[in-house]
């Protein structure tokens, strides 16, 4: 079973931005999509980036334009840089497959929380 690992989230004023990182155990990382999620108090999980095997992206309406999903194969990690970040971007974010490819995905990580708010 594949392990998912989050990091990169914090405390950011509005406008700001923050890159989150994701590593993946295992090598069977280079040939899935993989996506981003996040979930905010109360709401149901949300995939809000994907990124496919061969590195092309699509984003949620709501990150259009601001967010920016990336992979190194070679690390077997996927990356979230997030820019003019406002605080309905508040969340837990987590990575794992994307939901639009597999119907089955890993485990979930522990997430990595990211709060927006002056």
């Known amino acids: 079973q594949v392990q998912l690992v989050e990091s990169g989230g914090g405390l950011v004023q509005p406008g700001g931005s923050l890159r989150l990182s994701c590593a993946a155990s295992?090598?069977?990382?280079?040939?899935?999509?993989m996506g981003w999620y996040r979930q905010a108090p109360g709401k149901q999980r949300e995939l809000v980036a994907g990124?496919?095997?061969?590195?092309?992206?699509n984003y949620a309406d709501s990150v259009k334009g601001r967010f920016t999903i990336s992979r190194h194969n070679a690390k077997n990690t996927v990356y979230l840089q997030m820019n003019s970040l406002k605080p309905e971007d508040t969340a837990v974010y987590y990575c794992?497959?994307?939901?639009?490819?597999?119907?089955?995905?890993?485990?979930w990580g522990q997430g990595t929380q990211v709060t927006v708010s002056s």
């Open positions: 990124i496919s095997r061969g590195g092309s992206t």
């Open positions: 794992n497959l994307d939901a639009r490819t597999y119907r089955r995905l890993w485990d």
């Open positions: 295992g090598s069977i990382f280079s040939s899935v999509a």
